[in-house]
């Protein structure tokens, strides 16, 4: 897409974004859930759990996520947003939700403004209490913004990031059949392996930023390649959100997901990846956390509840029953060591103001 496209979009192309859009959310309307799996089940143990990935809307329609997140135990929230949304959801649900910001990228054909812009945006975004940035780097942005995670255009900004002591969000790839369907075209969108390049060139030159790499970094069929940039990289982490692409990949290899687990404890977050929109049902929203609590807390071996459009339809889900000490840093621990995350109110206490 060429630079012009990408500041000034034609209708034909802000038309084809709503379709996108909506298609996205009719798809979770129409979400086949697999079978009716009852009210949340008890915990393993009793400690505050932070959801450390979801994507809030206006307070109307995030309160029946936070009101299934809250039955399944979630005592907070780190919510991906904007500034002013933030305002509107700390009113709504004080106590509850802590925030990260991502850039805008309207202006990368003018540098000074792209840099005056965004370094502004950290500099209110700490004001407000935010420390986290998200980053939505997957093949697609990489494509049509022309703009990867270590481009010198960022560099102004991760300086930034490490003086203000932001931590950063990553998404950086998708699922592998994925460049096998919408990434095909490997010379427009290139390798699942070369989408990591970017990320590792930027751990290495903000040795002092923290990124957490969403979805178990964006390869969970790969075990051992996350492994790897675990330990290359001391400022590296992952979260476990994405659920469904997460579980059918972890019951695969139940034995290598649970060493996974243990060899890395103090480096995985607690995350769902969910997104709050208008008429979203509870079973949507619930199936994640009742699915995510079976795989972590339980030696469960049945159907995951959530039908996998990805290809592979019914999907067996395999506990990992991993211990409490482990589960406790998943849980928030991690999330207050990695993302500076500390909310874990009561419950009773994070009801919708009206």
Known sequence: MAAAERENPTRDQREKER??????INRRRNEKILFDFGPPPAHKLQCPIVDAHSHPNTPERT??????AQSYGVTGMLGITSLDRASELRRAFPGFFEFAVSFSYNHLDDIHRFHRDNLALLERARQESFSVVKFW?????????????D????????????????????????????????????????TKEEAFVQL?????????VSIVGAHLGGDPENLSHVSGLLDSHPNFAVDCSATKWVVRELSQKRDESRRFFFQHQDRIIFGTDLVAWQGAP??????????LQKLLETDYDGLSPIYDNDGRGEVNLKGLDLPKEILEKL???NAGKWLKIHVACRPSKCRREK
């Open 19 to 24: 379709e996108r859009r909506r298609a996205s």
């Open 63 to 68: 309160e029946t996520l936070v009101r299934v």
């Open 137 to 149: 780097f997957k093949p697609e942005f990489n494509e049509a913004q022309g703009l990867k995670l």
């Open 151 to 190: 481009d010198p255009r960022m560099d102004p900004l991760f300086d930034k990031m490490a003086d203000l002591g932001f931590a950063g969000l990553a998404h950086i790839a998708d699922p592998d059949i994925w460049f096998t369907t919408r990434y095909r075209d490997s010379a427009r969108f290139g």
């Open 200 to 208: 590792e060139r930027r751990l290495e030159s903000h040795p002092d």
């Open 282 to 291: 509870v079973r949507h929203y619930a199936s994640r956390y009742w699915t």
């Open 331 to 333: 849980y928030y621990r």
